[in-house]
């Protein structure tokens, strides 16, 4: 399994994802579904990715073999805008559907994939997509400025309580962690080191970019004062006539 | 979909269902999950229900006719103990299952159910049980002191930092009532009139029954206060540096 979260701001966007894969809960490994694709001044994009490990790694390595090629083909490096970009990743997907499909079929494995895309291209605003394997995107607006893949439900409710387009990246990135740190509680499948991306509104580069480990203090201080807090708000709260 | 939890506590025993039912978003109705097994100073025993409602509507008319049958057959009426009672239960849903499992599987419908089964008769301890499709069940344990069905992710993270066995009974209900509510608000399809049932340890009779609607002044006390809670507990936590 895997938690994926991106949050469209009015200061720019917030991407957390973990790094947890398993194939089974005795093949257990670290792979990171976080990468980057940048020309500072120009553009910035995180792209993260959730589903079969298999397709998803082609998927980046497609992605990347069209940047190579240079402007020949269109990729995620000269896209002029954000929904070219959202259509670049598309049918990369599509081209893995196409080749691999059919033989995961006769396996009986579902072609699983889902992303998501944010960024910010020229004088083009930031945008966030959430991307399907069948190559088809939404995208977010105000009134759903976040999307998430994986393993989404535990970590919803504090993001819908709490994330507006006016939220503080700060703020807002700890509202990532907060939602990753309950998922990572009920669900084994998900796990740290994660990975922590703030791209600026108009900076047009990574603004910053941490790998969070078991042991880093904060997120070591988010897992604790925040049960704290839900247990001492609970304490608050009257209780019911039973 | 439904969401119903049931704990079990040193004090005796908590049950929460949702009412509502769908097949698919336009054909939504009302109807309780939650029924109730009672000779009092003898036993009380209270069954939720989630999945395929004609399948568990089914188990329960199995269940009263057994009932009706008196001593000829085993039931929930004249199990000697929660074990018992439990596999009353389990033998239902398998007759069920013979009955009508082809006849679901010709239309790709799958057979779906899962129930909680918790009580007390005479002088046995209060057990809770989660009762799957296949008429198996598991025992609830200090370690794991309560069960969920149906739409369980959501409301998960509060009871797994609330709830011991040593909670008091009206706290417990308290803690159902606000996993109840972030269910709610993440899944349309679950909703009030609530069904909120107390057992106490050692009573043998059902000790408090009460339907909470949409308008329930308590209901809506936790719906506002604990998401203002959260903000709150939110605001106090410290920033990351990103």
Redesign the interface.
Known sequence: MTYCVGMLLDEGM?FLSDSRTNAGVDQINTFRKMYLFERPGERALALMTSGNLAITQSLVSILNEDIEAGDDRPSLMNATNMFEAARAVGNAIRSVHMRDAEALKAFGIDFTAALILGGQIGSEKPRLFSIYAAGNFIEATPETPYFQIGES??G???I???IKPST????A???A??SMD?TI??NLSVAPPLD?V?IRRDELRV??Q?ILDAENP?LR??HQ???E??????G???????
Chains 1, 2 share one sequence.
Request: charged content about 25%.
């Open positions: 917030v439900k535990y919803k409710p504090i819908d309580r709490v503080p990246l700060a703020q990135a700890k509202c962690l907060i309950s509680r009920s922590l703030i603004g910053s941490q904060y201080m988010v004062r925040w049960g807090a839900l247990r001492e708000a609970f608050d709260l009257p209780d019911p006539q039973v």
